[in-house]
């Protein structure tokens, strides 16, 4: 007996599951949630885009040890597991990137002159959390490759 059937019906329903805008926009948040946190972790060990302990609330710069740059280091180094987390379990990924953003916000929001900061990464909190439902609607389903 052939697979032909099995290999029509499986090719037919990847390009249906590519055709659904829903499913692109989960493939495209993943993937920007998996992309972006990795780079911007890596980033704060070299600070090539930014002078990251600039972002840094004085306040929080008293509470945690060391300085603000090896502060910098320990949140390179949470991102870049956010992001991994998203790229393996986007369901769990996202409430993670979620709830890293409100923290950042926080923080952001309790330096003057960063408040432009801090509403793009609402911003980015809403697509995070629009990621995890998606992915809570895809999880289980056979996805194509």
Do not use: C
Not at 13 to 41: E, K
Not at 107 to 134: C, E, K, M
Request: neutral net charge; proline residues 6%; charged residues 10%.
């Amino acid at each position: 007996m052939s697979s032909s059937p099995t290999t029509t019906t499986s090719a037919a329903a990847q390009r249906a599951a590519l055709a659904d805008p829903a499913y692109q926009a989960f493939v495209i948040l993943r993937t920007g949630f998996t992309v972006a946190p990795i780079l911007f972790g890596l980033d704060k060990f070299t600070n090539l885009l930014v002078d990251w302990p600039t972002y840094l609330a004085p306040w929080i710069n008293d509470v945690v040890p060391g300085s603000a740059q090896a502060a910098m280091y320990a949140v390179g180094v949470i991102e870049i597991v956010a992001g991994l987390v998203v790229g393996l379990a986007p369901r769990f990924g996202g409430w993670l990137v979620a709830g890293w953003l409100a923290g950042i916000i926080v923080n952001l929001l309790t330096i003057p002159g960063h408040y432009d900061v801090a509403l793009r990464d609402f911003g980015l909190l809403l697509g995070a959390v629009a990621l995890a439902r998606l992915a809570q609607r895809y999880h289980g389903e056979r996805q194509p490759h």
